[in-house]
């Protein structure tokens, strides 16, 4: 038992942080630059924890900013908590308002991610996912033994869930407690830290989306954030921006900052409303 648990708990931290840190604030946000092997290896993390196509994940989620609690954000619970859940991601096909090639022209081109991505198709996309996703354990199965695939297979799934209960929890005011006024619903969910490595901290992030930092007082540890700057210090990441203030006076500049694509990694729509990518 004492052996599965520490394989559970090992995979758990690679498929959580490849969440947070590979496919949130790398390829959502760009908060940060770093060479392709280690994109790919958070990325793997993310993918192996059945959060399906980077390209759709990134893209859904910079219209989640872009949107956030209107009718057109892809999961607010104003809608409905299961809609806010999982109820979204039964779609077949992108909506008309959200565009892999205007929301996300800079992940397109990768090859793996165009090809995970299976042509826009979200149901074949997340059927790939699933078949990499199952098979990669029964490889595992082979090689190591049940103990470390069920491991495996336990983590990721249960690291699945993290988005969606994020997605419900920390948009409900009455859960949580709010640093910045930005007219959404985000809130901060301390009970949540653990569980999501930093990503708790909701709505320090939705006020400055742009930033690899989420915590920002003194309490509000940053799992996620502390990983990025060992990185860094390690010379495996670089262009990391940390720009996030509670002070008043510099709020405004930085939120400004921070609610455009870090470095112009990517362009919008200039037609429709920008609330954050």
Same mark, same amino acid.
């Given at each position: 038992m004492s052996e599965f648990l520490l394989w559970f708990c090992?995979?758990?931290?690679?498929?959580?942080? $490849?969440?947070?840190?590979?496919?949130?604030?790398?390829? #959502?946000?760009?908060?940060?630059r770093c060479p392709k092997f280690v994109e790919y290896f958070f990325v793997a993390g993310g993918y192996l924890a059945f959060e399906s196509s980077p390209i759709w994940w990134a893209t859904v989620h910079r219209a989640h900013h872009r949107y956030v609690d209107t009718p057109l954000d892809p999961h607010s619970p104003r809608y409905g908590n299961y809609q806010a859940y999982a109820g979204w991601i039964f779609r077949p096909v992108y909506p008309e308002h959200i565009n892999p090639k205007l929301q996300a022209p800079d992940l397109i081109n990768d090859p793996v991610y165009s !090809?995970?991505?299976?042509?826009?198709?979200?149901?074949?996309s997340h059927l790939l996912n699933s078949a990499i996703g199952f098979g990669s354990r #029964?490889?595992?199965?082979? !090689?190591? $033994?049940?103990?470390?695939?069920? #491991?495996?297979?336990?983590?990721g799934l249960v690291v699945q869930q993290v988005p969606f209960l994020l997605n419900v929890v920390c948009h409900k005011r009455k859960l949580g407690y709010k640093n910045f006024e930005e007219g959404d619903d985000s809130v901060n969910v301390p009970w949540l830290i653990l569980m999501t490595m930093g990503d708790n901290w909701h709505n320090n992030h939705h006020a400055f989306? $742009?930033? #690899?930092?989420? $915590?920002?007082?003194?309490?509000?540890?940053?799992?996620?954030?502390?990983?990025?700057?060992?990185?860094?210090?390690?010379?495996?990441?670089?262009?990391?921006?940390s720009r996030i203030s509670l002070n008043s006076q510099t709020e405004n500049e930085l939120a400004a900052e921070n609610k455009f694509a870090t470095e112009g990694a990517f362009v919008t729509e200039s037609a429709l409303p920008l609330k954050a990518l």
């Open positions: 090992v995979f758990y931290v690679w498929h959580i942080l $490849g969440t947070t840190v590979g496919y949130h604030r790398l390829l #959502a946000h760009r908060s940060f !090809f995970l991505e299976k042509c826009n198709n979200w149901h074949n #029964a490889v595992l199965w082979l !090689f190591f $033994g049940w103990k470390i695939a069920l #491991a495996s297979v336990l983590a989306p $742009g930033s #690899a930092r989420s $915590g920002v007082r003194w309490f509000e540890f940053d799992i996620s954030w502390l990983l990025i700057k060992l990185l860094e210090k390690l010379h495996l990441a670089n262009s990391v921006n």
